[in-house]
C-alpha cells in the first residue's frame, strides 16, 4: 500500500500500465482486507485524498463524505471485495486532478520564475542606465567646461595683448612728452636769458627765471590733475547714460503705465476738490445766514432793552 502512494506522490505521470498495476493490486484478495480496513477509516481516506490535491481542502472533504457513504454500502452489497469499474473511475478522477494541480503548480512556478528574472533584468537595465546617464553628462560637463575654459584663455590672452599694446603706445608718448617739455624748456630757457623788463630795461636774473618756471610746473600739475578728473567724471556720465538708456528701452511700456495709472489718479483728486469746494461753498452760505440772523436777533434785543 506504501508502494501505491509513493507512485501517488511522484510527479511522474500515470499511464494506464499503473492504473492497471492499481487495479490489480486492490483486486487481489490478500489486499482485501488492508484495503477494506484503510477505506472505513474516515480520517485515513481523507488523509490520502489530501496528499492527492492540497489546493481545494472543502471538494476533498465532500468527496472523502461522499466516498466513505459509497464504502459503506459497497460494504454492505459487496462485503468480500469492491466494484473494480467504480475504484478504476474514482482513481482516473484523482490521478487526473493530481496530475491538473501539479501541471498548475509548474505553471505558475515558471512565472514566478519569469517574473522574478524579468524584475532583476529590469532593475539591472536600469542601474545600467542611471550609471551610463551619469557618465554621459559627467562627459558633456567636461567638454564644456574645456570649451569654456579654452574661450576664456583666447579672451584673456587677446585682452592681454590689448593692454600690453597700449602699455607701450603709452610709454611711446611718455618718452615723446619728456622730450618735447625738456626741448621746451630749453627753448624758454634761452628766450629768457635774452628777456628785459619792460619797465625797467634790466635782464631777468637767473633766480626769477626759476621762480617762474616752478609756479609753471605747479599750474601744469594742477591741469594735469583736472584732465584726468575730467576723464573719469565723463566716462562716469557715458555709464549712467548708458544705463538710462538700457532701462527706457526695457520699461517703455512700464512707463506708460505708471503715466496713465498717475493721471487717472490726478483725475481722482480733483473730482475731491471740486466736491470740497462746493461744500465749502455751502458753509460759507450757511455762515452768513447765520451771522445775518445774529445780527437781526442782536439788534432787536437792543430796541427792546432800550424801550
Not at 505553471?107 to 557618465?135: I, P, T, V, W
Not at 599694446?165 to 603709452?170: D, P, R
Amino acid at each position: 500500500m506504501n508502494k501505491i502512494f509513493e507512485i501517488l506522490r511522484s510527479e511522474t505521470p500515470i499511464n494506464d500500465e499503473k492504473i492497471d498495476e492499481f487495479v490489480d493490486y486492490f483486486a487481489n484478495d490478500n489486499n482485501n482486507e488492508e484495503l477494506q480496513a484503510d477505506l472505513s477509516d474516515g480520517e485515513k481516506t481523507e488523509e490520502s485524498i489530501n496528499l492527492l490535491n492540497d489546493d481545494d481542502e472543502e471538494k476533498k472533504s465532500n468527496e472523502g463524505e461522499n466516498g466513505e457513504e459509497k464504502k459503506e454500502d459497497e460494504k454492505e452489497t459487496e462485503p468480500d471485495g469492491i466494484n473494480r469499474e467504480e475504484f478504476i473511475e474514482k482513481l482516473k478522477s484523482e490521478i487526473g486532478k493530481y496530475e491538473h494541480n501539479n501541471a498548475k503548480n509548474l505553471f505558475l512556478q515558471n512565472k514566478l520564475y519569469e517574473l522574478f528574472r524579468k524584475k532583476r533584468s529590469d532593475e539591472h537595465r536600469d542601474g545600467d542606465k542611471s550609471q551610463n546617464d551619469q557618465e554621459q553628462r559627467y562627459l558633456n560637463s567636461m567638454y564644456e567646461y574645456k570649451e569654456l575654459k579654452n574661450e576664456y584663455d583666447d579672451i584673456n590672452k587677446k585682452k592681454q595683448e590689448i593692454v600690453n599694446s597700449h602699455k607701450e603706445k603709452l610709454q611711446e608718448k611718455r618718452e615723446e612728452s619728456e622730450k618735447l617739455n625738456k626741448e621746451f624748456y630749453k627753448q624758454k630757457q634761452h628766450i629768457a636769458q635774452n628777456a628785459k623788463s619792460t619797465r625797467s630795461g634790466n635782464e631777468f636774473s637767473l633766480k626769477v627765471f626759476e621762480q617762474l618756471e616752478g609756479m609753471e610746473r605747479k599750474k601744469d600739475e594742477i591741469v594735469t590733475k583736472a584732465r584726468l578728473e575730467n576723464i573719469r567724471l565723463y566716462n562716469k556720465l557715458h555709464r549712467q547714460e548708458s544705463l538710462l538708456r538700457q532701462k527706457e528701452e526695457l520699461a517703455d511700456g512700464l512707463h506708460l503705465i505708471d503715466f496713465e495709472q498717475l493721471k487717472i489718479e490726478n483725475q481722482t483728486y480733483n473730482e475731491k476738490i471740486e466736491e470740497r469746494n462746493e461744500e465749502l461753498l455751502k458753509l460759507k452760505k450757511k455762515i452768513n445766514n447765520i451771522v445775518q440772523v445774529l445780527t437781526h436777533v442782536k439788534e432787536k434785543l437792543q430796541f427792546v432793552q432800550v424801550i
